[in-house]
């Protein structure tokens, strides 16, 4: 089964900077990926995903994610983060081949106003 | 249902009982999840279902925890012998076959505590 790293357990940062968050996965397959988030007292929800195409994809508040295949990488950014951002993120592989889906540890991101 | 609904949301068990938590998928998902998701941590696997095919239980931590899901339809994960160490919230995500989207959508959880 696939394995997704996310390398940073909690990112403070204050308005206005930029944010990229990383994460790689592992697996010898075709993948599709996905970062989702949770904000606090709610529920995961899905904030942008990849399927095939252009490898930079766009998800809901500015968010986007690049996908390195070279890298096994699927890199979230945002330029400019915002107070209401703080959240946190979840990135997720799963195998085109059946519906196994992982998930990395989770990278929590505080935005002080 | 419109989302995915977990029962209950909330229980408090003592250490050594059984417990049982419901999930009731969105309806015509033909994949259905199990994470853990401890204090502060992340996203556990814990086990699928795709349809009629045998389910993966590579993430069941020990044989105190199994799950059954009749059909397509809802899924129950039994904890035997609860200890302390299974607090957590347990959550369940459902997804349309291997054709759709393959997002996840995910219900609310139900938090277990045992004392």
């Known amino acids: 089964a696939q394995s997704v790293s996310q390398h940073n357990h909690h990112v403070i940062l204050s308005e206005a900077a930029s944010l990229e968050l990383g994460c790689n996965y592992s697996?010898?397959?075709?993948?599709?990926l996905f970062w989702y988030v949770q904000y606090p007292g709610q529920h995961l929800q899905l904030l942008l995903k990849y399927f095939s195409g252009d490898p930079l994809v766009k998800g809901i508040k500015g968010f986007e994610a690049e996908f390195i295949k070279s890298k096994f990488s699927f890199n979230l950014r945002k330029p400019s983060v915002q107070w209401s951002d703080t959240a946190e993120y979840f990135c997720?592989?799963?195998?085109?081949?059946?519906?196994?889906?992982?998930f990395g540890a989770g990278t929590r991101l505080t935005v002080k106003p | 249902g419109a989302g995915v609904s977990q029962s209950p949301s909330n229980k408090v068990t003592e250490k050594g009982k059984d417990v049982e938590l419901r999930c009731d998928p969105i309806?015509?998902?033909?994949?259905l999840y199990w994470y853990r998701q401890r204090l502060g941590q992340g996203l556990e696997f814990l086990i699928y279902?795709?349809?009629?095919?045998?389910?993966?239980k590579s993430g069941l931590p020990s044989d105190r925890f199994s799950a059954e899901r009749t059909g397509e339809s809802v899924s129950t994960l039994t904890i035997q012998r609860t200890q302390q160490e299974d607090s957590a919230v347990y959550l369940c995500a459902s997804s349309l076959s291997l054709s759709g989207t393959g997002e996840l959508f995910f219900g609310e959880g139900s938090r277990l505590t045992v004392l």
């Open positions: 697996y010898g397959g075709t993948v599709n």
């Open positions: 309806s015509g998902h033909t994949a």
């Open positions: 997720a592989v799963k195998s085109r081949n059946n519906n196994d889906m992982r």
């Open positions: 279902f795709q349809g009629n095919s045998a389910p993966d």
